[in-house]
């Protein structure tokens, strides 16, 4: 069973800075596409932010221009970035595998709370 071991998040004012962390406990350099995910409370999780194995990165407008994802295969793990953060971000932030169309393949991290006062 694979783990995913979200970390980085916090209590931010808005307009600040995070860099979430997450650490995969097998190798992604099989995994074509990796993805950040966020819940906020009473909504759905929905997918902010993801990146193929080639390093092609795709954004939810709602995050465009302020989020960055990447990854460390060598290390097995995936970061977002996150600038100029708005009260809107406030959620819990997953990571996993992104297969389009389907539900993430592996069971759900704890995840880490993000946290945007204004």
């Known amino acids: 069973q694979v783990q995913l071991v979200e970390s980085g998040g916090g209590l931010v004012q808005a307009g600040g800075s995070l860099r979430l962390s997450c650490a995969v406990s097998?190798?992604?350099?099989?995994?074509?596409?990796m993805g950040w995910y966020r819940q906020a409370l009473g909504k759905q999780r929905e997918l902010v932010a993801s990146?193929?194995?080639?390093?092609?990165?795709t954004y939810a407008d709602s995050v465009k221009g302020r989020f960055t994802i990447s990854r460390d295969n060598a290390k097995n793990a995936v970061y977002l970035q996150m600038n100029t953060l708005k009260p809107e971000d406030t959620a819990i932030y997953h990571c996993?595998?992104?297969?389009?169309?389907?539900?993430?393949?592996?069971?759900w991290g704890q995840g880490t709370q993000v946290t945007v006062s204004s």
């Open positions: 996993n595998s992104v297969l389009p169309g389907l539900r993430p393949p592996w069971s």
């Open positions: 097998r190798s992604l350099s099989s995994i074509n596409v």
């Open positions: 990146i193929t194995i080639a390093g092609t990165k």
